[in-house]
């Protein structure tokens, strides 16, 4: 299995980015597939996951009305489009793919596979 995060990059706050994650050797829409992030010197936080069929989607709170996940199925992709960025997004930013519960939904150990990260640097 290989999840391929990509889209990361520098921004200034206000603006936008769109990472994409891209996935191999899994049946995709089986999957939920979730974005982490972690900043410097902090722990990996939940960022958004949605369902594998459905499309349900959980978000955190500091990132409710500003990010946007979404999939496409036949690409084997997800992506989280990231609006009206603030300084404190700052961080690497993981894809993960998993079968959690729903208790284990927002929780890191929900997840299985994970990718090498794309750094996201939102300057003030």
């Known amino acids: 299995v290989q999840l391929q995060a990509s889209g990361g990059g520098l921004v200034q706050a206000g603006g936008s980015l769109r990472l994409s994650c891209a996935a191999s050797?899994?049946?995709?829409?089986?999957?939920?597939v979730a974005w982490f992030r972690q900043a410097p010197g902090k722990e990996r936080e939940f960022v958004a996951s949605?369902?594998?069929?459905?499309?349900?989607?959980f978000y955190a709170d500091s990132v409710k009305g500003r990010f946007a996940i979404s999939r496409d199925n036949a690409k084997k992709s997800t992506y989280l489009q990231m609006n009206s960025l603030k300084p404190e997004d700052t961080a690497v930013y993981y894809c993960?793919?998993?079968?959690?519960?729903?208790?284990?939904?927002?929780?890191?150990?929900?997840?299985?596979?994970w990718g090498q990260g794309t750094l996201v640097t939102v300057s003030s």
């Open positions: 993960a793919a998993g079968r959690p519960i729903l208790s284990y939904m927002r929780q890191a150990d929900g997840y299985t596979n």
């Open positions: 050797g899994l049946t995709f829409s089986q999957y939920t």
């Open positions: 949605i369902r594998g069929s459905g499309g349900g989607t």
